[in-house]
């Protein structure tokens, strides 16, 4: 059953993949790009952080294979531990009294300022990679003040990780299926310029890369955490 899903994947990715290539414009000179990208990109995104709308609208099948890269870094990382049978014992040393008090009251607002940064990643400078490096920011910390007390859950983490990684894929085949049939084509109403309800799919997916970067960053600082 696994190996059937698999193959049905493996084809509509395939199908995703040789159909963006036959409506991509072979030949065309990067600085003709270029200008297109910077005068057009405010009126056909929708987003005010012209960065946003190459990353995620222009090139954002290649922003998805950056992500997978990520998954596969995490993964391989896990398995590489995972093989490590005998650790050794040691003696650390315990955090100061600043910085373990201090773990406890910058969490939540590291997290607040990291979700912040990637629902606001079409309009400020930011996105769902520093939002999620942000996040996973406050893990390590955590992590370093608590001195192993508290430690991520991995339900949450695996949860959190599953659900950006399909949200960004499902909004990918809705756009490659309406519209002009690109693969993360921007389905949606762009909306009044400039303000939080804007942009199309572009704050959506970056939402899901927050989660999905965080959760992924966070999971290898805990692999490592544990092993150390």
Known sequence: MRKCIGIILLII???????????????????KVANHYINNGKDETGAANIVTSVVINYRAFDT????????????????????????????????????????????????????????????TPGGGFQGGAII???????????????RLNDRCSTFSESLGGLAFVIIGLIGL???????????????????????????????????KVGAELSKIIDLLMEES
């Open 13 to 31: 990715i395939a199908w995703g993949i040789l159909t963006s290539l036959q409506t991509m414009p072979f030949g065309v000179s990067r600085a």
């Open 64 to 123: 998805l294979g950056e992500v997978t890269v990520l998954f596969l870094s995490a993964i391989g990382l896990g398995a590489v531990l995972a093989t490590i049978k005998t650790r050794e014992k040691r003696d650390t040393e315990k955090a100061s009294l600043i910085l373990s008090t201090g773990c406890r009251f910058l969490f939540p607002p590291i997290i607040l300022f990291g979700a912040y940064i990637f629902i606001h990643g079409h309009l």
């Open 136 to 150: 996973a920011s406050a893990f390590l910390l955590m992590y370093l003040g608590c001195h192993g007390e508290k």
């Open 177 to 211: 299926a309406v519209g002009t049939h690109y693969f993360l084509n921007n389905f949606m109403p762009l909306g009044k310029f400039n303000t939080l309800l804007s942009a199309g799919v572009i704050p959506i997916i970056y939402i899901a890369i927050g989660f």
